[in-house]
């Protein structure tokens, strides 16, 4: 009897440290953990996303401040700070064009670039942007000064990001730009001719329009959001990218953006 004990007691003590023996080894099993659920962009902000979404898009398409964006929501019952809105910007444009960049279509080889300016922070600041043959806003770079590295600096994130490299390059006749392709797109044809630049130019007043009801920007930070996220309007609502295509165009920016906050 004492022996049948001793055996039952030691088997216990085995069970409780774990060591089961090779009988049961076979039968155990690790329980699968769940995968982590993706956490919305969203998730803690007391407005509704469409809300959010609705803001941003308004701010960025149309010629609006932060308290016009508040009264229009007003209208339609949200009570929302103009500082919200302000927020609400500069936290989710970056967001909802890194969402839409899979959907992008592929820059052209013939770019047009250019720097035009505004002020930020009570100072001026240099705006370096491009576009392709196709008029799809390539990259933009707000600089504090016009030299060889802000140009050089441009051309390395854009060929960056595009993952494309031009075969010719429009500019004015600024020395900058000469040793930067030397440097950086040796093969690459560089133009200076008179009026070649005009496509680009001509685009900055669209730009330009777009920041004149804001009267200067407070923050360098606020301005590259800002900038960055007019091109990215201005490419959905022209067509470059793989969304709402068969929208027509007063209506691709807004479906564009419904489609896109499924996806933040």
């Not at 496509?199 to 777009?210: F, N, P, S, T």
Request: proline content about 4%; aromatic content about 10%.
């Amino acid at each position: 009897m004492r022996g049948a004990e001793e055996q039952r007691s030691t088997a216990l003590l085995r069970w409780l440290r774990g060591d089961h023996g090779a009988e049961t080894a076979g039968r155990r099993t690790r329980r699968p953990r769940p995968a982590p659920a993706t956490r919305s962009a969203f998730a803690g902000f007391r407005s509704p996303s469409d809300v959010i979404v609705l803001a941003v898009r308004w701010y960025l398409r149309f010629g609006l401040s932060y308290r016009d964006v508040e009264e229009l929501l007003t209208e339609r019952g949200v009570e929302v700070d103009h500082v919200t809105v302000y927020r609400w910007v500069l936290r989710f444009t970056p967001l909802l064009a890194e969402a839409a960049r899979p959907c992008r279509h592929a820059v052209g080889d013939r770019w047009f670039v250019d720097e035009t300016y505004m002020k930020a922070a009570g100072q001026w600041r240099y705006v370096y942007r491009a576009i392709d043959q196709f008029g799809q806003v390539i990259d933009v770079l707000v600089s504090v000064r016009r030299d060889t590295r802000a140009a050089r600096r441009f051309f390395e994130r854009a060929i960056g990001a595009t993952k494309v490299t031009p075969t010719e390059v429009v500019t004015d006749r600024a020395a900058t730009y000469p040793m930067v392709l030397e440097e950086l797109l040796p093969a690459t044809w560089h133009r200076t001719d008179r009026y070649a630049n005009n496509r680009v130019e001509c685009d900055h007043g669209r730009l330009k329009a777009r920041l004149r009801p804001m009267r200067g920007l407070k923050q360098d930070r606020s301005a590259r959001v800002i900038i960055a996220g007019h091109g990215f309007v201005q490419n959905l609502r022209r067509g470059h990218y793989e969304l709402a295509v068969a929208e027509p165009v007063g209506r691709r920016v807004a479906v564009a953006f419904d489609e896109l906050v499924l996806a933040v």
